[in-house]
């Protein structure tokens, strides 16, 4: 089920209407990545003076230099943490636009899903974002102990916010925030499984920038197979 959404999601990046979604949502990424990165230089060279003096050796002049190289390389290294929280901010301006296209296409025999009011999703979007960066701070002495195993930890914790915050905004369309967490619930290893398979192209430079989109459409999929297994009907071709 989780592959075959997957697939489903990405045999629909050429239609018009999901394309338009993909490539403002990959503009809004750089964007944001280009703000974190812009904020992180001006803090190391505010923070850092621009020589030091140092006994016996003198005037060290390139401090700042130095200090702006090593900041780019530890934006490049950051940009994979950063894309957790950014994936998880998008849920607030594309999600209804990259459901809606999904079922259009897919499942056109479906009355049109209630809306989610702007100010609801972005609190609820803004809510969440704060988790996963407050879950993955208190994660990060886990990551560090882990090693070798730190990957699969960072998978592991953001797979399931991720697949949380996913699966609970696209069934909150259908069927009321109540139903929605009582069927995640329900099938809550799937959407752990589902997240994380979604958390780990997360860190892979420039393919993590379409993993939003992606995600939210696999996940609209994965909804609606559960939601139908539950029925008793089978899920769409």
């Known amino acids: 089920m989780i592959f075959g959404a997957i697939s489903k999601a990405l045999a629909q990046a050429g239609d018009p209407r999901f394309r338009g979604v993909l490539l403002r949502a990959v503009g809004l990424t750089m964007l944001l990545l280009a703000a974190f990165y812009v904020a992180f230089v001006w803090l190391v060279g505010w923070l850092v003076p621009d020589s030091l003096a140092l006994p016996w050796i003198g005037e060290i002049t390139f401090v700042d230099d130095l200090a702006s190289g090593l900041a780019i390389l530890g934006m490049l290294v950051l940009s994979v943490f950063l894309m957790v929280p950014v994936a998880s901010a998008f849920t607030g301006f594309f999600l209804e636009e990259i459901a809606d296209a999904v079922e259009a296409r897919h499942y056109p025999q479906l009355v049109p899903a209630d809306d989610i009011p702007f100010w609801d999703g972005l609190r609820d979007a803004a809510r969440f974002l704060l ?3 407050l879950a993955n701070l208190l994660a990060l002495i886990v990551y560090l102990l882990s090693t070798v195993l730190a990957p699969v930890v960072f998978w592991l914790v953001n797979g399931y916010l991720l697949g949380v915050e996913y699966f609970q905004l696209v069934a909150m369309r259908r069927i009321g925030e109540r139903e929605a967490r009582r069927l995640r619930r329900r099938h809550m290893l ?6 994380t398979v979604m958390a780990i192209p997360l ?3 420039v393919l ?3 993993v939003p989109v992606i995600g939210v459409a696999a996940f609209t999929h994965i909804y609606h197979a ?3 297994r539950g029925a008793g009907q089978s899920p769409a071709p």
């Open 131 to 133: 988790i996963v960066i």
């Open 190 to 195: 799937t959407v752990w499984i589902a997240g």
């Open 203 to 205: 860190t892979v430079p």
């Open 208 to 210: 993590n920038l379409v």
């Open 226 to 228: 559960l939601a139908m």
